[in-house]
């Protein structure tokens, strides 16, 4: 069981693996579960805990592509049986090693739609910056801006390892409050950004990254 979060903010692996004819026993990827880390905030006597319950299991079936996010304590089943490479596990594994930038889809070519963005994203990292000391990891969220008459309609996160400071929480408040806190920042924000309408009618959807440390 190892961590690989200096690599990057996700990890991944693709299976190339013929897994239901397998000659080999193991092989698959195991990742420790959430409450685990946090255990004894959640702890119930009354009731017992199996491996299951402590690991996530992940089998390598073809042409299955796990992400996860590397912080998590994670590992592979020792694979027993066959000594032929062609017959054995066979993964792609490796890390997406920065965040990347804005990516845009759509009506609104990139030129016209990264103006009104970063207008809004300045103020809107000032008033994250109050946020970022409550939480660590990534927030990617979904942008859509209406090509009729560029408002944004929606925001939605599509990706997030978002991990609330214990320390940081108030009394009551959970970890899910402290990433429903956060969103609503950039919902609040992106909602009041006008884009231009694009000439073909077509909405466009801007995927956002942001990083919290």
């Known amino acids: 069981m190892h961590t690989d979060s200096w690599h990057g903010p996700f990890a991944y692996v693709l299976s190339l693996t013929e897994w239901e004819n397998r000659e080999f026993t193991g092989g698959e990827t195991f ?4 409450q685990v880390l946090d255990y004894w905030r959640g702890i119930d006597i009354s009731k ?9 299991e992940v089998e390598p079936k073809f042409n299955r592509l796990t992400i996860f996010d590397p912080r998590f304590p994670h590992g592979v089943r020792q694979v027993r049986g066959t000594r032929d490479p062609v017959k054995a596990r066979l993964v792609l594994h490796g890390w997406f090693t ?9 009506g609104l070519a990139e030129e016209d739609a990264t103006g009104p963005l970063n207008e809004a994203l ?10 970022t000391s409550r939480a660590t990891g990534i927030l990617n969220v ?8 560029g408002t944004v309609s929606q925001v939605q996160a599509v990706a997030d390892t978002l991990v ?6 108030a009394e009551g408040e959970s ?10 920042i950039i919902d609040k924000s992106m909602r009041s950004t ?19 440390q």
Do not use: C, M, W
Request: net charge negative.
């Open 31 to 34: 990742i420790l579960a959430p």
């Open 48 to 56: 017992g805990l199996e491996e299951k319950n402590l690991l996530q």
């Open 98 to 106: 920065d965040l990347g930038t804005p990516f845009y889809t759509g």
């Open 122 to 131: 300045e103020p809107l990292y000032e008033e994250l910056s109050q946020a």
């Open 142 to 149: 979904r942008i859509t801006v209406k090509g009729s008459d």
């Open 164 to 169: 609330p400071d214990p320390e940081e929480l």
């Open 175 to 184: 970890a899910e409050d402290v990433r429903g806190a956060i969103l609503e």
């Open 194 to 212: 006008q884009f231009p309408p694009s000439l073909s009618g077509q909405d466009t959807i801007i995927t956002l990254p942001f990083e919290f």
